[in-house]
């Protein structure tokens, strides 16, 4: 067959036709190594085919000139343009003589199961760009001429998939310049598939049990090996969580379409690595070896046959260094910019109980509990949300860069693909494997700890009051938001009056390993837990002695805490049960909560406060205060109560707040906002009309300055405004607030905003004075 190339027999001249992927593949076949056999249906059969199209439909009528003029930038109708595509690919007939040509060769190579993987490469005025990896899947057919017309059109069809046309207009790539060839391999049962990926430090080692199918949708997270370049041995590896497993079913392959099957894996296999050690041995040792040949950007996927055990080569990627291209835009809610693999969960996925090990995280929203699973993160992007979503204090407390508001992310992005985040901009292009540039030769740096220009290793932060400037004098108190122990060695050196915000909700999730607060009561473990969170609350009092800590007590929704035993719910609501309105319903977790600020108070730690979070009246307050009082704490003359002032009731019932013990407010400006406005801070669409600035928040939070002074108690605030807009600072500071509590990476900004602020306020007192 004219269009047909062998692995065994390609030429440099063929790479146009064949693709990049098969024309490694082919390359390193010709050297002698375990590559899985194999031919390529060329690109000219593709395009003989698009040719042959008839259709009435103006857009493919004219395939493959047309350049399927379209707004891509409307979801709606790039889907129903694609869709429409894609039928009039399936629907189509193909010769018979092709079929069968392509049958017999399929047959020559095995009577069970091929795959076919489509080999990409784009030729723009003669040029090659590269293989554009992250926009097409594998087809498995059975070795019969239905199946294999079928898997064919199913391969082609990809091309007008809605991601890829998006791809296309974005590169400004027309149809008539990509050539779309499929390489056609045998599939055999594995004892164990994965990849080899190769980077500066060594190799990355994935396996999973059975075909590599259940790696490449996402469905289990496999072994990891680290190995060290140069001594070839394992400097660190980790198991995986294998459930499932894929195999082929020899009894059905020549009856099926797909003769691709799942099993779930046995709970005793589960618990043990899937790849037999003297295979690592030969992977890391075939690594080196293809290295020396192709360079280091390189990534093979290989496979163990289980009949006659042998290690095979299935694919091998060399990534092009190309620019990349934008794919989507967002709000850039934590700064900062990444190049990793994108890990995306849909919308109707359930939160994962892991998620791999430096990735990018792709998700509809984030909320609270996921915490736990995100300290191994390297960016995220979220669908929803604006810049006070969770998902967005969520990255910044992490020190991530992160996007939110992405539209279409989930559909957009594929598990496994290669993305640049870039946090400042909010935008994520694609990087085709290439690490080289993000836009204009912009370096986009790893996340590695050598790395001096990393901004999330090296934050000004930690490094602005390292090299003993003399600071200017502020009277205003700076505090700092917290919640990780990993972070209190480096912020407690920073010329910050205490900590404004101990976040009781993420600091909890540390060390609940994923099971709900009120179990571990109900199941007598309530020993345990208390011993745990007073530990947990003492690396932080200890630190910052004699300095205030101010404890905000737990502020977690019903929702999220059911969540922990695999029940789906709605949403968590800002107006659902939450705050202290949850405590008179269920009080066990807080009452916990005082008996470890009690204990930490008979260690001798005089300098931990209590913040009671979203009080709506004042009779969850007295409640709370009673419980207070029960436990012991105000026998400590220098305990303090106070509240979240972020309910907008909180600016009638100040005073009475204040008759009934209140001794502070803070003032949370990221619930007190959406609650005076009317718009949810997690529905991004609407993030314009979240102003903090907007007079009827500014109003509030002057009104509460002043009512606090006229009380005799101290205001603070903890919200996002003053590191959003530190614009407001001025009038912050000219209204009379005593103290402003800010992330970490605020800290060194906002120090020295309030004292260019109280400069500008004592001149302006000065000149009035020479005035009068």
Known sequence: MENLYWLEKINPEDCPLV????????KIFQKGYPVVPGFVLSASLWREF??????????????????????????????????????EVIGASLPSSWISQIYQAGRDLTDNCLILRPSLSISSANYLVGNISGLFKPIFCAVNEQSIANGLKQTWRQIFGARSILYWHSVGVSLQHINLAVLVQPVENAIASGSTKFHTSGLEVEA????????????????????????GGIEEKHLGNKVLAYSVDESKATTND???????????????????????EEII??????????????????????????????????????????????IGAAKGKINASAYVIGNIQPKPSQIPKDVILVAPTITTEWFPILHNVMGIITEKGGLTSHGAILSRELGIPAIVNARNATNIIQTGERILLDGDRGEVYY???SEDSLRDGEKIPQRDHEDPDFSHEKSDVHDGFSNHRILPMIGTKLLVNLSQPNLIEKVRNLPVDGVGLLRSELMLLN????????????????????????????????A????????????????DLSSYHGRENPPASILGEHGTASYLKNPGVFELELKALARLQKDGYSNIYLMLPFVRTVEEFIFCQRKVVEFGLTENPQFQLWIMAEVPSVLFLLPEYIKSGVRGISIGTNDLTQLILGVDRETGDLSPLLNQRHPAVMGTISQLIKMAQAGGISCSICGQAPVLYPEIIDQLIQWGIDSISVEPEAVERTYHTIASAEQRLILAAARKQLES
């Not at 042959?52 to 009528?61: D, Y």
């Not at 797909?258 to 690592?280: H, I």
């Not at 694919?315 to 190309?322: E, K, L, T």
């Open 544 to 559: 910052f002695t004699p300095r205030p800590i101010f404890y905000r007590s737990l502020d977690w929704y019903h929702q």
């Open 285 to 330: 040792t075939l690594g080196n070896q293809l290295v020396r040949e192709l360079g280091r950007k390189l990534t093979i996927k290989w496979t163990i046959t289980a009949n006659s055990p042998k290690l095979y080569i299935t694919q091998v990627n060399v990534p092009r260094s190309v620019t990349p291209h934008l794919l989507l835009k967002g």
């Open 208 to 231: 999973t049990y059975g075909l590599g199918m259940a790696i490449t949708k996402g469905e289990v997270l496999p072994d990891v090996y680290y190995i060290n370049h140069n001594t």
């Open 19 to 26: 693709g990049d992927k098969a024309f490694y593949l082919s």
């Open 50 to 87: 698009v040719v042959n199209l008839t259709s009435s439909e103006s857009r493919v009528a004219d395939l493959p000139n047309s350049s399927l003029h379209l707004d891509v930038n409307n979801w709606r109708q790039l889907q129903q343009v694609a869709s429409r595509l894609r039928q």
């Open 431 to 433: 990087s085709s494997g």
């Open 258 to 280: 797909n003769c691709l099957f799942s099993y779930t894996v046995s709970q005793e296999q589960q618990k043990q690595y899937a790849l037999p050690d003297e295979f690592l």
């Open 511 to 542: 060390i609940l390993h994923g099971e709900n607060p009120y179990n571990w009561i109900a199941n007598g473990r309530e020993t345990e837990l208390l011993d745990r969170l007073s530990k947990q609350i003492q690396e932080f009092v200890q």
